[in-house]
């Protein structure tokens, strides 16, 4: 098949035939850095920041004041990655135009201790080099993934949003899940994994710029009322706080984690109800509690979240409504159509398809969104 294995774009344009044109598939995986505040600039591809298939960039600063992007690669046994730019971050944003393009690419090894070690993805140190197949810098970058194989990096269990916490100098890994896995590790504790896991890394010496880590799971999703699944909760979790699949993060200004979930179409399996957003405690007396915060409508993943400045107001993103796994959906039981949806959220009118929404959160007394 000239195409993918989801769409058949090469039956109908030479350009994703990929007997056609063979190194297609380069030109994508790569950051491309966007300024909002310059409507004329022209957006730039990020080479130096490796090509795979990330969830985001997320940032942090260096103690020595360069910037650090740490990124996941959103599928089943593949790694966790940092870019630690040479060039320190400049008070006058203009002087920061191409801090990405220079500095240096990591991947991530954990050990069974808890240790844990970034490895430099640098041409002609560790086997990156012709012996496998590497004849510079570029070719590590096109073949990010490829060069981490060789480097022995830790397959995880789809690591999508990986996210810096300021205030503490931790960081935070969604494993989201991977039923494909059959031989368990200490970050990866399940086979079958359908609900995922919550890596908690705390940088060398405090510093984003370091080579070492120490890691920990904060909680191993799944239902906690069946000991066969492994879930790890702390015991002030209720039934309705507990969650599976964890997706993408926030960080409130108080420090506290925010956790968006995406089960897709495996919903009904993984735990039985749609996704949501819940925050989660991560120190203290109370660490590993999770609180249900907003529940998607059926068919929808949660996606995004965001805080203003003050945490007064908590923004969320609702995809694709009514589309995934409805056919598992009890008391509906069929294809959702344009005319016939799972619902109709968020108009709920006669004749109004269902519709990716933007959702705002405010706290009835005006304070701070969870107090």
Known sequence: MPGSRSYPWGYFHRRFNLAAEPREPNRYGWVVEVDPLDPASTPVKRTALGRFKREGCENALTKDGRLAVYMGDDQAFEYLYKFVTAGKVQRNREDNAALLDEGTLYVARFEEDGSGTWMPLTFGENGLDESNGFASQADVLIETRRAADILGATPL????DVEPNDLTGKVYVALTNSKERTEADAVNPRATNLWGQIVEIEPGAGDH???????????????PAFPAIGAEWHPETGKDGWFACPDNFTIDPKGRLWVA???????HTASGSADGLYALATAGSARGTARQIFRAPVGAEVCGPCFTPDGKTLFVAVQHPAADGVKNYKG????????????????????MPPRPSIVVITAKNGGPVGG
């Open 157 to 160: 269990d789809r690591p999508e």
């Open 209 to 223: 710029a370091s080579t070492s880590f120490a890691w920990n799971l904060i909680v191993k999703c799944g239902d």
């Open 261 to 267: 979930t995406d089960q897709g179409s495996g919903w």
């Open 332 to 351: 509906f039981e069929r294809a959702s159509t344009f005319e016939d949806p799972a619902t109709r959220w968020p108009d709920f009118a006669p004749g």
